[in-house]
């Protein structure tokens, strides 16, 4: 690893990250103050790894700031919190996080579960960009283009998209699609598969044709 953004208002914690994980040759960029890391990710994150992120945070707090990271970026991100109940860490997995750790920790924990997470990103992210026919979708930025122009998804039809364009010309279930953008524990409808379907294909317009329903089956995402 070679930089990590740390987002922590506890300047005693920071240093103390900050030195365990120069030992390590991990440089470890500090913000304590949610509203300078809000603008810092408006600006750009590229330079970082990955982002270790408390929630209880002066101005902007760190779920706000996990959503802001989830729309433009899929750096790594684990929360670093003293806050353990049981919503809060179901909360954190749901707005994206990699991981969610519960202070008090074992540094050398932290390090392995950050090299951990940042060795899978590198692993995947020479390919950043899927395309299928017209459609083409980065995974880095979380954009989508149909036929040329980009298009805005909401994030269960990004997921859904993605997840298509990751398994082209599969035939892909409906419990496929639960499991991987709603979760194993969903009790709902599968018929919430073909409310989302409708919608993404809504919004790919001509594009939305590579989407095949296969009654019964599931769908199929191909080239024409």
Not at 61 to 81: A, E, K, Y
Not at 134 to 141: C, K, Q
Not at 191 to 204: E, G, Q, T
């Amino acid at each position: 690893m070679n930089k990590i953004l740390l987002i922590e208002d506890d300047t005693e914690m920071c240093e103390i990250i900050r030195h365990y994980f120069a030992q390590k040759g991990t440089a470890v960029f500090a913000v304590q103050h949610g509203g300078k890391a809000a603008g810092l990710i408006r600006e750009g994150i590229e330079d970082y790894e990955l982002v270790l992120l408390d929630i209880m945070l002066p101005e902007t707090d760190g779920f706000t700031l996990c959503r802001m990271l989830r729309r433009q970026s899929d750096i790594p991100v684990i929360f670093i919190t003293a806050r353990g109940r049981e919503e809060d860490i179901l909360s954190g997995y749901d707005l994206g996080c990699d991981d969610y750790i519960v202070k008090p920790f074992l540094l050398s924990v932290l390090y392995s579960k950050c090299e951990a997470l940042v060795r899978r990103a590198g692993s995947i992210a020479e390919k950043t960009t899927l395309v299928c026919g017209s459609i083409t979708l980065d995974t880095r930025t979380l954009r989508c283009f149909a036929a040329g122009t980009e298009i805005e998804l909401p994030p269960k039809e990004f997921a859904i998209l993605r997840y298509l364009l990751e398994h082209e010309n599969w035939v892909v279930s409906r419990d496929a699609l639960l499991d991987r953008v709603w979760g194993c524990d969903y009790f709902g409808s599968d018929r919430v598969v073909d409310s989302h379907i409708k919608k993404l294909r809504k919004a790919l317009g001509s594009a939305s044709v590579q989407i095949r329903t296969l009654v019964g089956r599931g769908y199929k995402l191909t080239k024409e």
